[in-house]
């Protein structure tokens, strides 16, 4: 096949598996910034059941990653994808029709048995040639990145407009029309094979990369178990106002993270990146408890944007350059695995801390944990991550 075919086939592949894992992510984060809020009037609603069932998909998830990716070992990659999709549509319909929160953390449970992260991780890397790989893995990461971002100007003007229930049943649609776009990949694709080298086979970037996106994970979803609550009893901010943060703040941190991306990528140089996107994370969440003024608040969550979007585009991005295709399946299943684990510690810790401490205590101790991890990245990464060309 002629390389100008092959380069769009593969930038078309990695379109459409951006496509799927963005509009699963959507359904996901579309829910985090006013969960807090609309389930206070579910009967059995306490802070802690609610952090339970904002991060207990993360759990399921977490749990079967691995399984997810042994089944797509044997039966192929999209029919797992199919099946991880219906599941989250199940999950949805449940807790669309939830009247109580053990039916909503069931709910979420079930949209979290959908655990097709790693899979389609491993199939992109499938579809690719190992020199365009972390091209194709940073298309996916900013994919994720963009619903993120994008859930952050949505959420509140689709929760004022279509409640809670109606939320969920959008996180449907956007399942089915996941199918639709996996159903368009063609065939059953043939792993790339390519030979191992010796920092494929060290798991410490590995596991340091499954650490660091345990605690991003992990930081995020306490984050908006925390800050709803804040934004309504500290500032008098009602939930249809909510915008007026997110909207500028996720413009703003655009501004600035494109250009940061493209001369990261340009230059293999996002294990130098980490270390500094966590203690943008930690100054932004650290701060956030003092902030005496919405505009303040305002730029304090574009700080927290710009690193947490630089840090979710650029980790799958370095850790394609550290896993070949011999035990592919098992090294992006821990980082998956580890992915959903923090989403679930979370948001259990948020709901516990909120219970207990209140919001300022948690996002405190969430900064500080952000700042010491920053600091054992700097720390490690020198002699952890393989530096040079890229393969």
């Not at 949805?92 to 709910?107: H, Y």
């Not at 410490?204 to 994970?217: N, T």
């Not at 010491?372 to 060309?389: D, I, N, R």
Request: with cysteine.
């Amino acid at each position: 096949m002629p390389e100008n075919k092959e380069k769009s086939q593969e930038l078309r592949y990695a379109a459409t598996l951006s496509g799927v894992i963005t509009l699963r992510m959507l359904g996901l984060f579309l829910i985090l910034p006013v969960f807090m809020i609309l389930a206070q009037g579910v009967k059995g609603f306490t802070p802690q059941a609610a952090g339970i069932a904002v991060g207990i998909y993360g759990l399921t998830q977490a749990v079967l990653q691995q399984p997810f990716g042994w089944l797509s070992d044997r039966w192929g990659r999209k029919p797992v994808l199919l099946l991880g999709l219906a599941l989250f549509a199940a999950g949805g319909v449940v807790a669309a029709m939830a009247d109580s929160m053990m039916l909503l953390i069931i709910g979420r449970a079930l949209q979290g048995c959908g655990a097709i992260a790693g899979v389609a991780m491993a199939l992109a890397a499938d579809l690719t040639r190992p020199e365009r790989r972390p091209v194709i893995m940073a298309i996916i990461g900013i994919g994720i990145g963009g619903a993120f971002l994008l859930s952050m100007g949505l959420s509140v003007p689709l929760a004022t407009l279509l409640g809670l229930q109606g939320l969920f049943w959008l996180t449907v649609v956007f399942a089915i029309m996941g199918i639709g776009l996996v159903l368009t990949i063609p065939g059953t694709p043939v792993p790339q094979e390519e030979p191992v080298h010796s920092s494929t086979v060290d798991m410490r970037p590995v596991w340091l990369l499954a650490a660091s996106v345990f605690l991003l994970h992990g930081a995020m979803t306490l984050l908006f178990v925390s800050l709803p609550p804040m934004l309504v009893g500290d500032f008098g901010f009602s939930l249809s106002e909510h915008w007026k943060i997110y909207v500028p703040a996720m413009a703003g941190s655009i501004v600035f993270m494109l250009p940061v991306l493209r001369k990261v990528g340009a230059g293999g140089s996002e294990a130098t990146m980490l270390p500094w996107a966590f203690l943008i994370l930690a100054l932004a969440i650290g701060i956030l408890p003092v902030s005496s003024n919405l505009a303040g608040l305002g730029v304090l969550l574009a700080i927290y944007f710009l690193g947490f979007n630089l840090l979710e585009a650029s980790m799958p991005s370095l850790l394609s350059r550290i896993t070949g295709s011999r035990g592919r399946g098992r090294r992006l299943g821990i980082y998956s695995t580890f992915q959903f684990l923090g989403a679930f510690f979370g948001g259990v810790a948020g709901g516990w801390l909120l219970t207990y401490f209140g919001s300022q205590a948690a996002l405190l101790l969430a900064g500080a944990i952000c700042a010491v991890w920053g600091g054992v990245l700097k720390w490690s990464s020198p002699s952890t991550f393989p530096t040079g060309e890229r393969r």
